[in-house]
């Protein structure tokens, strides 16, 4: 296993790139240590597939390199960089049994008999497939299929990453759950590099130690997944992730408070004086109907089972609000309270205000 490392990446699919915009990858400066569990997420067209193909060696970048420990790789083809992967379909063949399956990739390299029957033996276990282990792999349901496939890509004791692109997508709604606590299982009993890459937070922030959250060609922000949902470094991040995400509301600023349609809003902590555009941002489930505060109006009530979600209109501003107890009646006024600690301004889409140490 190894440590990998995008160092200065940039790539483009255009003969001659000029601006930012001709990039799909624009900047990559990423560590990811050995034996981590990472992901990759962002909307449909971010650069996830780009960058996988990068690590991959299916595409080489156009500026920047990719080392595996210390060896460069960028301008090595795939076969020499001993790399799993796991796609969105199952890769297995259908006229082979499982066993054979699973054996398939270590026969390959001429590992020795009894290591194989001792891989494919621990790999069946962890996979909970060991009931199928003879059986044909044309007559099994895709859920088992993709259990094969991932089993494929762990059975090799040699590779430097694994690399996960959508493995869910084809898995039946009520089956994924299980497969992802099942990755979720194998990374803490394989600890081999992991990368994951999806479009789907709850994946994401299930899988992974530390998600990377990708924009547009660009990384918007690194972290755990509870430093992206408490402190995210960008508006996008904030509204991409939580379910509903976080209000961004239009503000101006005062010293160490905003002012958002008229009332003023007490921050995290200070705000720094430049210019640019400035949004307040707070999530629903931050957002306090208390006994006074700022007067809104329940223009809608949504039942989500464990907890209502209420569309609070103030001024122009709709402000989303998670509340579990007795929910308003839809047309009253009530009165909200935004957490201090938890209500920050963004310049630009960037984090703006400091946290009071
Ligand atoms: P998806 O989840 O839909 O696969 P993604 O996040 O993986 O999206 P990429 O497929 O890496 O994103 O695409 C990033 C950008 O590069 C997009 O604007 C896409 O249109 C462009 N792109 C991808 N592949 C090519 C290609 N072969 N030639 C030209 N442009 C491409």
């Given at each position: 296993m190894a440590q990998v490392t995008l160092s200065g990446l940039r790539h483009s699919y255009l003969p001659d790139p000029k601006e930012g915009q001709?990039?799909?990858?624009?900047?990559?400066?990423?560590?990811?240590?050995?034996?981590?569990?990472?992901?990759?997420?962002?909307?449909?067209?971010c650069g996830k597939t780009t960058l996988l193909n990068i690590i991959s060696g299916l595409i080489v970048p156009t500026e920047g390199a990719v080392l595996f420990d210390d060896r460069d790789v960028t301008a090595d083809p795939p076969d020499r960089r001993n790399i799993a992967q796991v796609f969105q379909f199952p890769v297995i063949?259908?006229?082979?049994?499982?066993?054979?399956?699973?054996s398939f990739p270590l026969r390959n390299r001429g590992v020795e008999p009894g290591l194989i029957e001792q891989r494919v033996r621990e790999t069946a276990n962890m996979l909970d497939v060991t009931g199928i282990l003879d059986r044909r792999a044309s007559g099994l349901n895709p859920d088992n299929k993709q259990k094969i496939s991932m089993g494929r890509a762990l059975v090799r004791e040699d590779v430097n990453v694994v690399m996960f692109d959508e493995p869910l997508t084809v898995i039946d709604p009520h089956l994924k759950w299980?497969?992802?606590?099942?990755?979720?299982?194998?990374?803490?009993?394989?600890?081999?590099?992991?990368?994951?890459?999806?479009?789907?937070q709850t994946e994401a922030l299930t899988f992974a130690d530390e998600v990377v959250v990708m924009q547009e060609g660009e990384v918007v922000q690194i972290g755990?997944?509870?430093?992206?949902?408490?402190?995210?470094?960008?508006?996008?991040?904030?509204?991409?992730?939580?379910?509903?995400?976080?209000?961004?509301?239009?503000?101006?600023?005062?010293?160490?408070?905003?002012?958002?349609?008229?009332?003023?809003v007490a921050l995290e902590g200070p705000l720094g004086g430049q210019a640019g555009e400035l949004t307040l941002g707070i999530r629903p489930e931050h957002v306090l109907i208390a006994e006074d505060g700022i007067p809104a109006t329940v223009a809608k009530v949504a039942d989500a089972g464990r907890h209502f979600i209420?569309?609070?209109v103030v001024g122009k501003s709709v402000v989303k609000v998670v509340d579990s107890r007795n929910p308003p009646e839809k047309g009253s006024i009530i009165h909200l309270h935004f957490r201090p600690e938890r209500s920050r301004v963004?310049?630009?889409?960037?984090?703006a205000t400091e946290p009071r140490t």
């Open positions: 001709d990039y799909a990858l624009k900047e990559i400066d990423i560590t990811w240590r050995d034996g981590g569990a990472y992901a990759l997420l962002g909307p449909s067209g063949y259908d006229n082979m049994t499982v066993r054979e399956n699973l299980k497969l992802r606590s099942k990755l979720k299982e194998l990374h803490h009993r394989v600890k081999a590099t992991m990368i994951y890459v999806t479009h789907d755990t997944p509870v430093e992206l949902f408490e402190r995210p470094q960008h508006t996008f991040v904030g509204h991409f992730i939580g379910s509903p995400g976080m209000n961004i509301l239009p503000c101006e600023a005062r010293k160490n408070s905003a002012l958002f349609e008229g009332h003023e209420i569309d609070a963004y310049r630009d889409g960037w984090i």
